[in-house]
């Protein structure tokens, strides 16, 4: 496998019976990177994890991850690999330092090595504070960095997280969300979550499932630049009411303008040649006598990518 991929999946296929989860997936993930797997409920993200850390048999194809086979070493995979599943269950009579303890001593540890990796760990994801209180009478937010913890107690050069957040309070998505992106470089994490907010904070490259199929895998900024509709916002100086109306029907008559919405003092112009808009939208704002006070080119959202190709694969 190239070293520069930490995992690859080919033709990856899962079924239950009579149902599909996952439809021959083929997807290359480059090492260090943050990769956010996207879909609604039951498109297969929970499968795929699982799939790729061998917790379930492919019904067909094959995955390697972090240079081993699927299926082919279990131990030696689960050597290279960490694991947060979506709903983490712990002994609630440990102690926080006590669970990374025993995930250190599965991971081979002891002694001085174990301690100080303990340690390391508890500071990292801000748990040193509560290292021997009992986890029973941890919060969500503190059991899913614990959660992280456990996983990277062997230094694993891929973590595979299962919607890390999706049951956690605002104050405790922020804080493991700030964790995951600290793990960028110095592990390939894959994130699975059905929450786009989290996609676009944390990760670099996005895949979206739907119906057991990838339909779209691509950096996170070509994925948003290219299945977005190019949109500008006009924000004129005040007192410009006639000049704006004008110049919002001269350019519905534009080839290159898909449409003008006029709202709150501002147009929004959408585009479907942008080297056009480029060239002509300005010098139009100028032959129109209008002042603005903002003039941008607006950042597309993850939504509105998803519903769209969601969308077209039904």
Known sequence: MDAAVAIRALGLTKRYRDVLALDGLDLAIPAGSVFGLLGPNGAGKTTTLRLLAGLTRASAGRADVAGVEVGADPAALHRRIGVLDQDPRYYGWMTGQELLELAGRLHGLAGMALRVRVHELLERVALAGAARRRIGGYSGGMRQRLGIAQALIGRPPVLLLDEPVSSLDPEGRRDVLALVETLRGETTVVFS??????????????????????????????????????????????????????????????????????????????????????????????????????????????????????????
């Open 193 to 314: 979550t059905h929450v786009l907010n989290d996609i676009e904070r944390v990760c670099d490259r996005v895949g979206i499932l739907s119906a057991g199929r990838l339909v779209a895998e691509a950096p996170l900024s070509e994925l948003l630049e290219r299945y977005a509709a190019p949109v500008y916002r006009l924000d004129p100086e005040p007192g410009q009411a006639a000049a704006v109306a004008a110049l919002a029907a001269g350019l519905r008559g534009a080839p290159w303008v898909t449409g003008v919405v006029e709202g709150a003092g501002g147009l929004q112009v959408s585009v479907s040649d942008v080297a056009a808009a480029g060239h002509e939208l300005l010098p139009a704002v100028v032959a129109g006598g209008v002042v603005l006070a903002a003039f941008e080119r607006q950042r597309p959202d993850l939504e509105t990518v998803f519903l769209r190709i969601v969308a077209a694969t039904r």
